[in-house]
Structure formats: C-alpha cells, structure tokens
C-alpha cells in the first residue's frame, strides 16, 4: 500500500504545475500554481473568492478541500483581488515579492523587500511563508502581517492585529479586531466607519477583575502547538484537548468572537475546543441601531427592532431599524412624547452621563429635556465602597442611564435593566410591545463576497485550457489504473484488519491521548496505590511516562460499556475547559479495560477535608463559590449545556491551593436545549447519591439543569454545618414518595429563630465560632434557596455565581429574595 501512495504522489507531482516549497528569484506563480509545505500540511496558491477574482492565500491541505471547504489561514490581498487569467506572484531580482494584477498591470499587493543577495519564497509546515535571501536571513514573513487566524508558533505583539473576515465566504476586512491596546490588554474592537466599542474583556470593569494585569509594556502573545495560549497581560487559557498534538488555528471569526479549533490531520471537522464569549449577543455591534440581539441556542443568534422601528435596508441587514414614526419633539413637552417600558432589555454605551441617585420621575424628565435622548435605563445597583463613599449612599441605590444612541441592544432574561423607550404619543404602542424580527441572523452572510471581473480574449488562452483539460483527462486514466491495482494489491489487508473487531483510530472522537493498558498498568506500579473508591470504580495514583503525576480510575466490570458509548461519555469531558473542572489527559479502552486519567489533586476531595477538619471559613467560601462556578460553565457557558447528576463532597477534588474542581462525570449527560429538559430514554433510571438527589427524581417530572442545584444546595449546607445528609437520609419503597431530607429540615428548624443565633447553632462546631457573619447568611440563605421542593423556585448557577461574587468583592448585603431563573 505504501508503494501506491508513493506512484500516486509522483503521478499528482508531474502533472502539477508547481508543486514545489519554494519559488525561486525571478521566477513567478501563475493563479494554476501552487506552495506546498515540505510534509504537505499547508498550501499556497491563488484562491477563488468571487467571480474570477483571486486572493493569494495559505490554507490546511489535508484532508483535501473545495472552494467552499479549505480552511484559510492567511491572505496576501483580501481586500483586493486579482484576475485569474494572467495575474501571477512574482518574486522580483531585486527581493522584492508582488502580486500584479492583471487589468490595468497594477500591483496589487507587495512586501516592500529589497535585497543584494539572492532570494527564494518558502512556505514552512508551521503554515509560515517566508521570503528569505540564501544565507538565511529573513526578509519578510507572514507570521509579521497576519489576517484574521493565529497559528500554533506564531507571535502576537503590539506590530499586529487579527481582523476578522466579513463573512463566511467574504473574505475582506470586517468590523472586529484583536489587538493589544495602549494599556498593554488584548483586547477585541468592534470597529466600523461610524462606531467604535471595546467588548472583551467586560469593559465595565477594571482590568483586575478580569485578571488582567496591565503594567507591561512588551506586549506579546503566543499558542504553543498543544493548546495552550499566554499572553503578557496575564491572559492563559488551554484548549478542552490541551496535550495532544493536533491541528490547531485561533482565528477571529466573521462574528466577532475570537476561538481555539483543533482537529486531527485525518479528520474533515474542526472542534472549538474555548471561545473568548459564550454569550454571543455581547458582541458589540452584532446588530444595527435600533435593534436589539436575542440568543437562542437552537436558531441562534437574531437581531430584532424596538417597538415602533422597522428594518432600514433589506439588502444590508446589518444597518439595523429606523423609526416608523416623524421626529419625535424633544423641547420636553410632555404632551408630544411618552416613554414605553421594555423589560429585560439593555444598551451598552451612549449613554449622555450615568446619573446616580435620581428617581425614576426624574429620569423620565430628564430624558424629555435632553434633545437627543432616545430613552433611558433605570436600575437599582448593588454597589461598591467606592460608589457609597463618592454619593453618600445606602447598598442599593438607583442610576439613570439616558441613551443619546440605541446600539449594542440585547434582550435576555437574565437582564435585570429596563429600557423606557421614547416614542411618539400619537402611537399605539403598549408597554411590552411584541419586538419586529427582521429576519437577520447573524450567522448568515451580511455582505455578498466580492467580484472583480476582467474581459478575456485571445484564442491562445482557449487552446491552454483545452490543452489543460487533455492533460488533466490523461491523468484521471492514469491514476485510475494505479488506484485499481492498490485496491486488489490491500483487499486482502483491509478485511485482515476489519476482522480483528478492535478499533484503532477513535481517538480522533475525544481529542485525547489514547493509552494502552500495559502503560497504565506500568504507571500505576500495576494498580497499586489506591487513592479512592467509588461505586463506578478505583482511582489510583500513577506516574506518566513524561513524569506528570495522575489520577486514573479504573471502571468496575459492572461500569463498563461499548466503546463506542464509553467514547461517547469521554467526549462529553473533552468539550468542557473551565478552572473549575477536572482536567482530563486521556483514556483507555482496550478489550474489556475502561480508564480515565486524570490531573491529580493534592488534597484529595472536599469529603475528606471536611471530615479531617482542615477547611478554615475563608477556604470554604471560596470552595463554594468554584463549585458553583465550575456548574454555572456546564450549564450555561459549555459549548453543550451538560447535567453532572451527582454533585456531592466525594466528586468535588481540591488543588494544592484549595481550589475546587469538580469531577467524575461518569452520570453527566448533555441537555436537550431545544426542550429544556433531558429527553434520553436511557436516562429514565434514577441518577446519583442518595442525599444529595432532587425530588425529580422520583416524581417523575422532567429532568433539567435543577437537579444540580438542588444536590449544590445539600453540599453548601454540608460545607456550613459539617454535617453529611447521608446518614440522615432514607428513601421509603421507591417512586412517588418524597426523599426526607433529614439536613435541610433541621437547618429549616433552626432558621425559624430570627437573628443570629440561628446561624451559630448551625455553624461547623470546628470553626469554634471564626466565620465571617455576612458571608455566612449569605450562603445560607443561598443554599436554602437551592434546595427548594419546586424546582423553578431554585436560582440557576449563574445567578449562584453572581450573588456569591458580589459578596468576595464588597461588603455590602445582598438581596436574594426572586432568586428563580427558568
């Protein structure tokens, strides 16, 4: 069979008409030429982006691709394309490499090179073209000048920026960057002829609430070909398969939002293995004035126009709603204007001035008396030291937010602001008028891709086109034969190996390593430490070959399953990167051996430092608040909403600081988004530990992101009291009988007593009274709220988050009454 790619690859090089690394000085590529990397990863010729209209680019070769299908990763001249009948690049005598085009003879594109020595064009397997003299000295590279994709190796510093493109298949500068601003932050810029607005990180907030470190100056960033990314300001994240050795590629993509791909080099799929923002519509400028974005995970993300606007221009979506209505009068007659509440609804920037402490009256006023005030915001903060001390206000305290511009609008029910919009008052809406969906998704195309078209003549370039398709045809036979003759030469090869029934090539599913069971038997000194136990299987500690300490658990006889449904659940693991999950760095399944191999915690599980007594106030605070974290990601944040079903204090594991990171998602199943709820019939069977389940699961009702809640709310009382529910936990005869809930009952008891006796009486006894009050009611209240019989009254994660956050960062008290989210 390897002789047969060998003639394959000799036949496909003799009828290419370059298929060469390099070009040589004084010589040129026509738009039929081609660059191939020295092992074939990467490509670079002419590329078809309209009607005979060609961008020189650079894009992955294998697996082999369409027009509709490469995978770009740089463009020479992407706002300007070429004809594709005599435009060619050209590597000048002098050094210098341009692309002319051939029209008017004009150059197109030019790297400013110029050189005494002789010169070559190469293009690197790092996906690097590089114009260098003889003797090695770099001349011009397209690392220096990327478009819109960052390559594994490749430097990003203050000289550079990524610009997305407009479209999927309009390859021309877009709206969004990627750059580092004079704060030396990378930052993403959405940025067109008429507006400007940074969007990540939060630009609400200070750079070291984001993690963010600002002073220094080199300004620098960098993704290492396994999948980690760092960078000068103190942004690093890995990929969900950080590790591995694959293809990776960090593009800017069309719609704002900067993500990590990986796959393997035989795969056709790429897999977003992290994404700079999960919630798409926080995009600045993912829809028009006027108009507001609203996600959804099954269609997408849809732009809509405010009550009373319409679509401004049906052949450019992207320019948003006009009013339907004359100007409305602004010399504050009340009798001309009136204001409509929109709930839930919120703009970013624009505003005339934040005013602090004012009525919802006299914002109204306000708004009316300002001639350019398109409506106003109206909210209650809960707010900071700083803000207090600067208003002389109370913790909670009203601001006004009139709106000379209605852009970067979303709609979500996890807004809490309310947009009072002016509006005429001779018109008939209402408050809560239904939003006037215009049609635009936004993953659709905005633009057309560009053409640009030259007259073609001669009769010449008729007779190199029959003569091409004649040496083209002669080709077809040839290979045709050859590949007849490899097919019976392997027949017999092939269905060798399909009979052996063992697959070899299903890593490329989960993006791990794949391990044998002989290395991780060698590992784990063939299974001889024990570090924990459990009703799935054996976890012990093991020594990769490259020294990393691990974790592998070893599933029972009883936990094991296909392959291709154990693939399925490891798949699960790998789509999930958070700092609050448990890492995973491979997998076996070999015959009948099914192991994971984990990341190992030093400090072993929540359970056991509970029971060892070695968890002061401050680290089960923060204990809380990362598991509550690492859940809000798999419901909300992951790339698939997934269920864990079996939170408790075993699952939660413990790093050398006390960090926690939630693991064994060996119940975790994916949530049907569509209908909100689980809908797998091999999930009808009751799921997880005793204690610490939702009534749901024996009430037959549908099972949704609440379960995990509510088992959330069970650990936090465990973490406050010290005391496990398991021992005072009994299931009566089976279904349809409610679970006694010994620890919330005898919390919900103490709790009656007002003040704080209630919380010393429930307080772990080992913390001999060292807790700080106000977290400590906060928590409590929280967890209370967690564990509610009725599910919809339960807080979702993201809210959990948001309240416990508040509290880490100020001092101030914090409502939680309405804490439900659907």
């Known amino acids: 069979m390897d002789a047969c790619l060998l003639l394959l690859s000799l036949i496909f090089h003799f009828y290419s008409s370059v298929s060469d690394s390099s070009l040589q000085e004084g010589y040129s590529l026509s738009v039929n030429g081609v660059l191939v990397s020295p092992t074939g990863v990467f490509s670079a010729r002419f590329y078809p982006v309209g009607d005979n209209a060609y961008c020189f680019s650079i894009w992955f070769t294998e697996p082999s691709c369409n027009r509709d299908s490469c995978t770009i990763v740089w463009m020479a001249n992407r706002d300007f394309p070429v004809n594709g009948v005599r435009s060619k690049l050209w590597l000048q005598t002098t050094g210098n490499l341009v692309l002319t085009d051939a029209g008017p003879r004009s150059i197109a594109w030019s790297t400013h090179t110029a050189s005494l020595s002789s010169t070559e064009l190469i293009l690197l397997d790092t996906g690097n073209l590089v114009l260098r003299s003889l003797n090695g000295v770099i001349l011009w590279q397209s690392f220096d000048s990327p478009t819109n994709t960052l390559l594994p190796s490749q430097r990003f510093n203050k000289d550079v920026q990524l610009v997305s493109s407009r479209t999927p298949t309009n390859f021309s500068s877009g709206f969004y960057k990627l750059f580092f601003d004079n704060d030396n932050l990378l930052r993403l810029l959405y940025d067109d002829s008429e507006v400007t607005s940074v969007y990540w990180p939060t630009p609400w907030l200070p750079p070291w609430l984001t993690n963010r470190f600002p002073y220094n100056s080199s300004r620098f960033a960098f993704l290492d070909s396994l999948g980690k990314f760092t960078s000068s300001d103190n942004l690093s994240f890995v990929s969900a398969d950080y590790g591995v050795r694959l293809q990776r590629r960090l593009p800017l993509d069309f719609d704002g939002n900067l993500r990590l791909y990986s796959r393997k080099e035989d795969n056709t799929t790429w897999v977003v293995s992290w994404q700079a923002l999960s919630q798409p519509c926080r995009i600045h400028g993912a829809c028009g004035p006027n108009s507001v974005c609203n996600y959804d995970p099954v269609s997408g993300r849809r732009c809509s126009c405010l009550p009373g606007y319409q679509e401004k221009n049906a052949n450019d979506l992207s320019s948003g709603c006009e009013s339907k209505f004359n100007n409305i009068s602004s010399d504050n007659d009340t009798y001309q204007t009136r204001f409509i509440r929109l709930s839930h609804v919120e703009f970013y920037g624009y505003d005339h001035r934040v005013y602090y402490g004012y009525t919802l009256d006299m914002c109204r006023n306000l708004c009316l008396s300002l001639s350019d005030c398109k409506g106003f915001q109206y909210r209650y903060l809960e707010g900071g030291l700083s803000l ?119 890593p490329e599913i989960t993006g791990f390593r794949r391990f044998t069971y002989s290395e991780l038997k060698k590992a784990t000194g063939n299974f001889s430490v024990e570090i924990g136990r459990g009703a799935r299987g054996t976890v012990y500690k093991a020594t990769l070959p490259d020294n990393r300490i691990a974790a592998i658990k070893r599933l029972n006889s009883i936990a094991n399953q296909g392959e291709a449904e154990f693939l399925a659940e490891v798949s699960i693991i790998g789509k999930l990167n ?203 209240k929280l967890a209370m709220q967690c564990v509610k019989e009725d599910r919809n009254a339960r807080p979702a994660m993201s809210k959990v988050v948001e309240i416990l956050l508040h509290r880490s960062q100020y001092s101030s008290p914090v409502k939680i009454d309405r804490l439900s989210s659907e």
């Open 388 to 506: 207090m001390k600067e208003f002389k206000l109370t913790a909670y305290f009203s601001a006004c937010y009139p709106k000379v511009l209605l852009l970067n609008g979303r709609r979500s029910p996890n807004v809490d602001t309310t947009l009072y919009l002016k509006v005429s008052k001779n018109s008939l809406l209402s408050n809560e008028e239904e939003f006037s969906e215009f049609g635009l998704n936004c993953s659709d195309e905005i633009l057309r891709p560009l053409e640009r078209a030259y007259p073609k003549s001669s009769q010449n370039e008729q007779l190199q086109l029959i003569l091409l398709f004649a040496i083209a045809l002669g080709a077809v036979e040839i290979t045709g034969i050859f590949l007849v003759w490899c097919f019976m030469f392997s027949s017999s090869q092939n269905s060798n190996e399909a009979s052996q029934g063992y697959h070899h090539h299903h």
């Open 578 to 780: 958070h700092m609050n999950l448990i890492e995973m760095w491979g997998y076996c399944a070999e015959r009948n051996h099914r192991l994971l191999v984990y990341e190992y915690m030093e400090h072993g599980s929540l359970a056991e430092s509970l029971s060892s007594r070695l968890l002061d106030w401050p680290k089960r605070f923060q204990i809380a608040l990362g598991i509550a974290r690492g859940l809000a990601y798999l419901h909300e944040e992951s790339l698939e909403c997934v269920l864990h079903c079996d939170v408790k204090p075993q699952n939660i594991l413990l790093d050398s600081n006390y960090q926690p990171k939630v693991s064994d998602f060996g119940l975790s199943k994916m949530l049907n988004r569509s209908s909100g709820h689980l809908s797998d019939s091999s999930f009808s069977r009751i799921r997880g530990t005793r204690g610490y389940m939702a009534p749901e699961w024996v009430s037959n009702l549908p099972i949704t992101s609440k379960v995990d809640v509510y088992s959330y709310g069970i650990v936090v009382l465990e973490i406050i009291t010290g005391k496990s529910p398991a021992n005072g936990e009994s299931s009566s005869s089976g279904e349809g009988k409610e679970l006694q809930r010994g620890l919330v009952t005898w919390v919900t008891e103490n709790k009656k007593n007002e003040g704080e006796s209630w919380m010393k009486k429930i307080i772990d006894p080992t913390l001999k009274g060292e807790y700080n009050k106000g977290e400590m009611e906060i928590i409590a």
